[in-house]
């Protein structure tokens, strides 16, 4: 009951954040904008996204025990996407890869940390992506607001990476199971630059995927904004208020770009198409899920 109250939460907070963007922007512009999308621009950002699970699951392999096939967690990565898009609220696309893990490997603080770090990893990533944007690209937000959402996204995150690893959370009896293996990983820092590595990779690829998606759609802007904007929209789209990310993702993209002099209309159509982008890749989750069994609710 108490899942589905909070999916009805997050449905109605995405509902009222999108009716409030789609009576405040010319409507008729957007579609005139989506329709005239340049669609090989678009496969290939379809192509680059499809792609970033393969690497994804790679990543998270680094922080998982030997013998797991591979293939076998490229379809596990999958279907919790697939979970995080179309049934959030209900059962969370981690909940379902720690799930289908535990029953691999039958270690459930194994399972939850794995599938932590390697969230961890792509979060920690941004953030580097982020700063790196903020210094190339300071000359185009330093009278913004916008650098300081950058200053704060980094802090928050630099402020969180903190307490993570400097207070012992094994204190805690329900953590302990999770937090000895953390520790573990703090150990062996082969791991750790490996997994960053492809964190970077990843959510690299990522961005490159929206930004064929704006060349589509005919809008130009340099690439720097691409790494300044969507690390935090990419945070923001994560949060658990609202039903994956939508109102939360439309928000971002119609507050950032048009500092970059995108139209709201613009920003909007893009932040559509990437949605959608994102939602054929993650219907493949819901193809193996149908084909590997059905999971019960945690």
Request: aromatic share 16%; glycine share 10%; net charge positive.
């Amino acid at each position: 009951m108490k899942k589905r109250i909070s999916f009805v939460i997050k449905l109605g907070f995405s509902v009222i954040l999108l009716t409030l963007f789609f009576s405040r922007l010319d409507l008729d512009a957007v579609l005139e904008i989506i329709l005239q999308i340049e669609i090989p621009f678009y496969f290939l950002s379809l192509f680059i996204y499809f792609a970033t699970v393969f690497v994804s699951t790679k990543r998270w392999s680094l922080f998982l025990p030997k013998g797991l096939q591979y293939l076998k967690l490229v379809s596990l990565y999958f279907i919790g996407s697939f979970f995080n898009t179309f049934l959030p609220g209900i059962i969370g696309g981690d909940a379902v890869k720690t799930y289908y893990l535990y029953r691999e490997t039958g270690e459930g603080g194994l399972s939850v940390a794995a599938v932590f770090m390697d969230r961890y990893m792509g979060l920690i990533a941004l953030a580097l992506i982020a700063f790196f944007g903020l210094l190339t690209g300071y000359s185009y937000v330093k009278d913004s607001e916008v650098l300081w959402y950058l200053l704060a996204f980094l802090g928050g995150i630099t402020l969180g990476s903190f307490f993570l690893w400097k207070l012992n959370w094994g204190r805690i009896q329900f953590l302990r199971s999770f937090y000895a293996p953390l520790m573990e990983y703090k150990e062996r820092g082969a791991i750790i630059v490996h997994g960053l590595a492809l964190g970077l990779i990843v959510q690299g690829m990522n961005i490159l995927s929206v930004y064929f998606v704006s060349i589509a759609l005919g809008i130009k802007i340099p690439l720097i904004f691409f790494l300044m904007f969507i690390p935090m929209i990419t945070l923001l789209s994560a949060l658990p208020i609202s039903i994956a990310g939508l109102g939360i993702r439309e928000a971002g993209y119609i507050m950032l770009f048009p500092q970059a002099g995108v139209t709201p209309e613009e920003a909007l159509s893009l932040s559509l198409l990437v949605f959608i982008k994102m939602s054929l890749v993650h219907l493949l989750g819901g193809l193996e899920y149908l084909r590997i069994g059905k999971v019960k609710a945690p």
